[in-house]
């Protein structure tokens, strides 16, 4: 097929590569503008625009798609289908309608549940056992439009990094399956019970509320890892806290109970960080953390 690929991150890159191995022509890629990044601020192409340069494929970076000149040229490519996986903006109508067999999502959820941003972090903060990719027929609105296909994927203790990317091969196998033979994947309408809205990231929420319980607390901390990162605060400085462990053991909300930094949570139990980092410093255990940052046992975090 004739292809116009469509998205931004780390996530969408095993998408764009697979649809390149399946022998597609993918005649354009569309990303978010090169942005500033890292410490030295160096205006950086994103993900799928790095791999769409080593791939030798066209690459448009539009700030909108509203602009008719945009939709002009977009439609100009006379593609097949549009291919879509966190893209970053919204697909005015003009734009969806343009390709023969229109525009397919790779979402990163079990639709209905989390429509929506940030469907991989939202899922873990809840507490669900599962979720999935969900390769969904694009229209107006937030992922509202009908399914094509769906596959569910075990949470168990991943973080929301090692789900994103086991997610992200998921749906680019699955967009490929797909498109190999659209008419086996007659569209399914969403069902109208079960809808969840899964908003963007707030970095405040980043921050470790010890009033919460153990388990919740041990959520958040993978939900956020690797980014913006779960912290708590000592000394006016903040720690970075990557993985922790549940330990039965009571003591108030936000006290550091023992010497290996169990910390009581609003259930009046614990959890262990086991993976944590200082500001300029490399990740370390909370062993190594101790023997040159003390944190005594009785501090209470807030």
């Not at 399946?22 to 942005?35: E, F, I, L, S, W």
């Not at 192409?45 to 791999?51: A, E, I, K, L, N």
């Not at 079990?110 to 979720?131: C, F, K, N, S, Y």
């Not at 980014?227 to 462990?245: L, M, N, S, Y």
Request: glycine content about 8%.
């Amino acid at each position: 097929m004739r292809i116009i690929f469509m998205g931004t991150p780390d996530f969408a890159v095993p998408s764009l590569d697979a649809l390149v191995a399946a022998g597609h022509d993918v005649v354009a890629v569309y990303c978010q503008p090169p942005r500033r990044a890292g410490r030295g601020k160096q205006v950086t192409p994103t993900p799928v625009h790095q791999r769409a340069d080593a791939l030798g494929i066209m690459v448009r970076h539009p700030l909108t798609l509203r602009d008719e000149t945009e939709q002009q040229d977009f439609a100009a490519l006379e593609a097949d289908v549009a291919v879509v996986a966190a893209y970053g903006l919204i697909l005015p109508p003009a734009i969806l309608a343009a390709p023969r067999l229109g525009c397919c999502n790779v979402h990163g959820s079990l639709l209905p549940r989390w429509r929506g941003a940030a469907p991989v972090q939202r899922a873990i903060l809840a507490g669900d056992e599962a979720t999935g990719i969900t390769i969904m027929q694009m229209e107006k609105g937030l992922d509202t439009g009908p399914m094509l296909l769906k596959r569910t994927t075990p949470i168990n203790g991943k973080t929301a990094g090692n789900l994103t990317d086991e997610l992200a091969a998921m749906g680019a196998a699955m967009m490929v399956e797909v498109l190999a033979d659209p008419a086996a994947y007659p569209p399914e309408v969403q069902p109208e019970h079960g809808v969840t809205y899964a908003a963007k990231i707030d970095k405040a929420e980043s921050r470790i509320d010890w009033s919460q319980a153990s388990a919740q607390v041990e959520r958040q901390i993978r939900a956020f890892n690797p980014a913006p990162g779960a912290w708590f605060e000592f000394q006016g400085e903040r720690i970075r806290v990557h993985a922790a462990e549940l330990v039965a053991q009571p003591g108030p909300a936000g006290m550091v109970l023992d010497a290996s930094l169990a910390i009581g949570c609003g259930d009046h139990l614990a959890i262990r960080p086991t993976a944590v980092q200082r500001a300029g410093r490399g990740v370390m255990t909370s062993d190594e953390l101790l023997r040159g940052f003390a944190i005594p046992a009785g501090t209470v975090l807030t």
